[in-house]
């Protein structure tokens, strides 16, 4: 098992998408004390305090340092108990609503809407009776409504367990000058194989990662994609990531320990 730090930043327009976020995963807490319990987690003292430092430069990303023993005398005060594994999932969740809307070319499949074009032989029966010269504008609309409910999987508040595995595993990664030829749909099959431990003594086994939860947590973690602002899209892109961090998680991984 690696041990791996991922250094989450938030910035004052994040503070709607923390706030749901918090909703989702800490259904049992009382609104009121929700983001009071959070804020000690990210090293503040009150929800106020937290509110104030990154609205004080609402364009800045501010790093976030976790402090897992305050946010437990908080919860412990109030006769709760949080696991540590529910500040992580707030913080991929809102970094997954982050990363998903800055970019629409961001699915559920990956990355590049024209994967989601519809071919003539699934839609036969949305095309059958419809004239020759009207059949584009339908393929358009059901286009646009795959698009439409692709994206929703990425930029809605919903669980998305495998997020932080890729956020883990990313953090592990080195940043080169080149960019490597094996894209994102290499490094999560990489990322699945490894399991991490993270501060807080939160687990993260042998998980599913998505194409779409390798994309997001390199663009989060600062990598550069190669063809972002290109015609050609890619649905799995490249990154600037070094090979030799890659090949220095295999002694952890789980099916070279099978392999041996």
Same mark, same amino acid.
């Given at each position: 098992m690696i041990d791996a730090t991922i250094p989450f930043h938030l910035s004052a327009a994040d503070l709607p998408t923390l706030k749901?976020?918090?909703?989702?995963?800490? =259904?049992? %807490?009382? =609104? #009121?004390?929700?983001?009071?319990? *959070?804020?000690?987690?990210?090293?503040?003292?009150t929800a106020t305090g937290f509110r104030e430092k990154l609205q004080a430069a609402p364009d800045r990303e501010h790093e976030i340092s976790l402090s897992f023993p305050a946010a437990a005398d908080f919860a412990s005060s109030r006769d709760l108990t949080v696991p540590a594994r529910s500040v992580y999932d707030i913080l991929a969740t809102t970094v997954m609503v982050k990363e998903a809307s800055?970019? =629409?070319? %961001?699915?559920?499949?990956?990355?590049?809407?024209?994967?989601?074009? =519809?071919?003539?032989?699934?839609?036969?029966?949305?095309?059958?009776?419809?004239?020759?010269?009207?059949?584009?504008?339908?393929?358009? @609309?059901?286009?646009?409504?795959?698009? #439409?409910?692709?994206?929703?999987?990425?930029?809605?508040?919903?669980?998305?367990?495998?997020?932080?595995?890729?956020?883990?595993?990313? #953090?592990?990664?080195?940043? %080169?000058?080149?960019?490597?030829?094996?894209? @994102?749909y290499f490094l999560k099959h990489r990322a699945e194989e490894t399991p991490f431990r993270l501060f807080g003594d939160?687990? %993260?086994?042998?998980?599913? *990662? #998505?194409?779409?939860?390798?994309?997001?947590?390199?663009?989060?973690?600062?990598?550069?994609m190669n063809g972002r602002h290109r015609m050609e899209e890619r649905l799995h892109p490249r990154f600037n990531y070094s090979m030799k961090s890659v090949h220095s998680m295999k002694p952890y991984s789980v099916r070279y320990e099978d392999a041996a």
């Open positions: 749901k976020a918090e909703a989702l995963h800490l =259904p049992g %807490i009382a =609104p #009121s004390l929700r983001p009071e319990f *959070v804020a000690r987690a990210f090293g503040f003292q800055r970019d =629409p070319e %961001i699915n559920d499949m990956g990355y590049g809407n024209r994967y989601l074009w =519809p071919e003539n032989r699934h839609i036969r029966n949305e095309l059958a009776g419809v004239p020759v010269h009207m059949q584009g504008n339908v393929r358009s @609309a059901i286009w646009r409504k795959r698009i #439409s409910e692709s994206r929703a999987k990425v930029t809605d508040i919903v669980k998305r367990d495998s997020l932080l595995h890729a956020l883990a595993y990313a #953090s592990r990664l080195e940043k %080169i000058k080149t960019t490597q030829e094996k894209g @994102a939160v687990a %993260i086994g042998h998980n599913y *990662v #998505s194409n779409t939860d390798m994309i997001i947590a390199m663009l989060h973690l600062g990598f550069q």
